[in-house]
């Protein structure tokens, strides 16, 4: 059997990918505009413990990750999106406290042509992108994109 190095040798702190699982926890529950304390209740721990499991300090049992997953409707592969040395990568920038202020702002906008045009806007002010976004009926033409806002 191997042995164990020297406890000067081991890692010390959260390990890296704890403390992303953490993060993208935080960001999915402040999108989602949740306490840590009403998220704590329904999982049946304490706030502590959240705030413990969203700085990585805590790690997070298998069956624990998919009860969050199922509490915070995403996937449980969104815990691991974004995460360096992930071979799939994506251009989240969710990680951002501007990026989740104007998610959070945009989704309060109850006009959906209110909403289509600080859409267009926003892209209008961005560089353009050459591809399809999502794979979904929407396509880059230099800043625009078209869609059909009453089907969006």
Do not use: C
């Not at 010390?12 to 999108?31: E, F, K, Q, T, W």
Request: hydrophobic share 40%.
């Amino acid at each position: 059997m191997g042995e164990q190095a020297p406890r000067e040798e081991q890692q010390r702190g959260p390990n890296p990918v704890d403390v992303h699982v953490g993060s993208r926890i935080r960001i999915r529950r402040m999108l989602l505009g949740s306490s840590q304390e009403h998220l704590a209740g329904l999982l049946g721990i304490t706030f502590q413990q959240v705030q413990k499991y969203e700085r990585g300090i805590n790690r997070i049992s298998a069956s624990r990750l998919l009860l969050l997953a199922h509490i915070l409707d995403v996937p449980v592969s969104f815990f691991f999106d974004d995460m360096p040395g992930n071979p799939i990568r994506t251009e989240d920038r969710l990680d951002h406290w501007e990026a989740l202020v104007l998610v959070r702002a945009y989704y309060h906008i109850s006009d959906r042509w209110v909403r289509f045009r600080m859409l267009e806007l926003m892209k209008s002010l961005a560089p353009p992108e050459p591809e399809q976004l999502d794979g979904q009926e929407l396509v880059a033409r230099g800043n625009r994109v078209r869609m059909d806002p009453l089907t969006a």
